[in-house]
Every structure is written in C-alpha cells, then in structure tokens.
C-alpha cells in the first residue's frame, strides 16, 4: 500500500495542484494520476478560509469516486455538511467563504456540488484504519484504545482533538497533546492543529503545517514515512500556529 496523505487543504487549490506535481502525480486527466499506482489520501478540512473552496470539493469527490482516494472528515466539513443540509449554522470561522462561493455559483451548478460534498461526506468514515491496521486516518488524531470504535465519544475527540473547554490567550481552544502519550503499534497521522513543520511525536504525525495561514502543504508519504511540503501563497499568520501550547 502507498499512499500520499495530504494535510487540511482549506481551499488552497494552487498548493493542492503544485504538491501532487511535486509528489509525481500528473493533471493531463484533469484529475491527479500517480504512474505508479499511488493514491491520495486527505485528513479532512478541505474547505474554508482558502480562495477556491469549491474546486477543491470537486477534485477530491472524483477522486474518492473514481480513483479510490481516501478521505475522512474535519471540524470544517462536518460544520460544511451542516449547513449544506439546511442546519441553523453560523456563517463564521471560515465557512462564510465557502458559503460565499456557493452564492456566486448557477442554481444548477450549486445543487451538483451540495449532493458532491454530502455524498462524499456521508459515504466517508469517521477515521481510516489501512494496511492490516498499520496505518490509521483521523482528522485530529484518536488514541489507542479508541481505534476500532464509534461513538459520540470518539466522534469529538477525531473531530476536534482532545478539548479541554478552556481558551488560550489566543483566544483558541486549548488541546491536550494527546500525541505525547500515545503507545500504540499503529501509525496515526492526522491534522486540524495547525504547526509549522510536520510533527513526528511516537507513532503519530501531525501534517497540518497551516497552508491556508501563510506556512505549507504538507503531504507525509506511506510506507515511507517522508514528508513533502510547498510553500503557501497565503499570507502568513503565525499566531495561528500551536507548536508550543498543547496542554
């Protein structure tokens, strides 16, 4: 099995395309092929904040649809699923410009797209478990003893990371490093809190390096464990970054 993992894109189509190049995937299909049978894999928080939210959502349901990508859900995509089925749900923290996409789109062209994202959303699993249980897919990460369940529990935990309910002077959630005590045998490899280089914490990798916030696109390579990363055209917002303040 090898596999490209891609960190939260959030809408960064340019960075997207100039990754897979980098990583040997070729566009002439208009869609991302690896020669050598390589797929794509996403850790969710595909949308929001970014400038083309839109194609991003389109790229990966072909993707996942006809290629066999693997994709798995984020914060952002289940607050996007949400409000794609009609939900009560704030247009804040970077959803309003995904929303306001959508605004600019055809009736016709909008309806294609909302039964994409929903399709997509609804066929995903919470999380990845890959290659005889070697290698597991979470948005923000899950522990141990957690692989292998479901419920409202763990469903928090993979979408939001290990909560304390409390704010840092950031005014951002504060998270428990919840990597730092992993002992499991199996490679977790998630995203959601953003830090500036790949972090390799036990068998766990953290591949949100903030592309949408000015750093990079990081994609970490499966079996081999290598990380590569392109430069983000975003501007650069460094409060955004938590490499120092997991509780």
């Known amino acids: 099995m090898k596999i490209d993992i891609i960190g939260d894109i959030h809408g960064c189509l340019k960075e997207f395309v100039s990754l897979t190049k980098k990583l040997g995937y070729s ?10 049978g390589r797929k794509l894999a996403f850790v969710g928080d595909l949308t929001d904040r970014g400038p083309d939210s839109i194609s991003i959502i389109k790229i990966v349901y072909s993707l996942v649809e006809e290629q066999g990508a693997y994709y798995v859900p984020g914060n952002h995509c289940n607050k996007l699923y949400r409000y794609l089925k009609g939900n009560n749900v704030k247009l804040i923290h970077g959803l309003e ?3 306001a996409e959508l605004e600019q789109l055809s009736a016709d062209q909008r309806k294609l797209v909302t039964e ?11 999380y990845h478990v890959l290659d005889h249980k070697r290698l597991v897919i979470a948005h923000a990460g899950i522990r141990e003893e957690d692989i292998g369940q479901l419920n409202k529990r763990v469903t928090v935990f993979v979408l939001y990371g290990d909560i304390t309910g409390e704010k840092n002077d950031k005014g951002l959630p504060v998270r428990r490093d919840w990597a730092r005590h992993y002992k499991g045998k199996p490679w977790v490899v998630y995203g959601h809190t953003p830090v500036h280089e790949a972090r ?9 390096t903030g592309a949408v916030f000015g750093n990079m696109l990081t994609a970490l390579r499966y079996p081999e464990m290598k990380t590569v990363s392109v430069k983000s055209s975003m501007v ?6 938590r490499d120092s303040d997991m509780a």
Not at 116 to 126: G, H, M, N, R, V
Not at 200 to 208: A, C, G, Q, W, Y
Not at 236 to 241: N, V
Request: proline share 8%; hydrophobic share 35%.
């Open 97 to 99: 410009t995904t929303a």
């Open 116 to 126: 994409q994202f929903i399709s997509l959303y609804e066929k995903a699993p919470l």
């Open 236 to 241: 650069y917002h460094p409060e955004k970054f």
């Open 27 to 36: 566009w002439e299909s208009g869609l991302p092929v690896h020669t050598g």
């Open 200 to 208: 390799f914490k036990n068998r766990t990798v953290n591949i949100d």
